[in-house]
């Protein structure tokens, strides 16, 4: 079965630094990941996904994420951290055993940015 | 255009009581998604439609849980019988159409406390 793993249930950052957000996650078939961000009282929004083309993702607002087999990892980045960036952050990764795909999510990282 | 509605976005019932908990999702998509997000944690699926047919319900909890989305677009999830472990936040997603790459757009959720 798929599986998840966010690495920091909390993350704190100053403004303008590197923003380094962990997911790793468990397939026996090349995966679909997204992520996404919630912010308080929100639903989520889809930040960036991979579908197996470029292993450099580009999404919304700056971040990006990379894809790497080898590591089994698509963790989250931002070169410089604005504090509007303040949300939780969810990994998700396609269910190939769901009839239609339905997402497994990670159990999120709250991110907290300081001034 | 408009998103994914959900109404209530708060419901409050007495532990035993029955609830309905409804979701409008983008007009013309043909996937809908239920998700429960307990506190501190990520969504989980629930149950999924494709138009009206009811093709995933492998995530409902207990025969409690019940959803329909009779005519294809606006979906209802009944709870009977709450519990208070039922106390979360029920998430409502669509998509387009059926192919697990396409994204899923999030309502804003409805919380259910049960006391």
């Known amino acids: 079965a798929q599986s998840v793993t966010q690495l920091g249930s909390h993350v704190s950052v100053s403004e303008g630094a590197l923003v380094l957000l962990r997911c790793n996650y468990s397939?026996?078939?090349?995966?679909?990941l997204f992520w996404y961000v919630q912010y308080p009282n929100q639903g989520l929004q889809l930040l960036l996904k991979y579908t197996s083309a470029a292993t450099l993702v580009k999404g919304i607002n700056g971040f990006e994420a990379e894809f790497k087999k080898s590591e089994t990892s698509f963790h989250l980045t931002k070169p410089s951290a604005h504090m509007s960036d303040a949300a939780e952050y969810f990994c998700a990764g396609m269910n190939y055993g769901g009839s239609q795909g339905n997402l497994i999510f990670g159990k999120g990282t709250k991110l907290s940015v300081k001034p | 255009g408009a998103g994914v509605s959900q109404s209530p976005r708060y419901k409050v019932a007495k532990r035993g009581q029955d609830v309905a908990l409804r979701c409008d999702p983008i007009s013309g998509h043909v996937s809908l998604f239920w998700y429960q997000q307990a506190l501190g944690q990520g969504p989980e699926f629930l149950t999924y439609?494709?138009?009206?047919?009811?093709?995933?319900k492998s995530g409902l909890p207990s025969d409690r849980f019940f959803a329909e989305r009779p005519e294809g677009s606006v979906s209802t999830l009944k709870i009977q019988r709450t519990q208070q472990e039922d106390s979360a936040v029920y998430l409502c997603?669509?998509?387009?159409?059926?192919?697990?790459?396409?994204?899923?757009?999030f309502g804003p959720g409805t919380r259910l406390l049960v006391l």
């Open positions: 997603a669509s998509s387009l159409g059926g192919t697990r790459t396409e994204t899923q757009y």
């Open positions: 397939s026996s078939v090349p995966p679909y």
């Open positions: 439609f494709q138009n009206e047919a009811q093709l995933d």
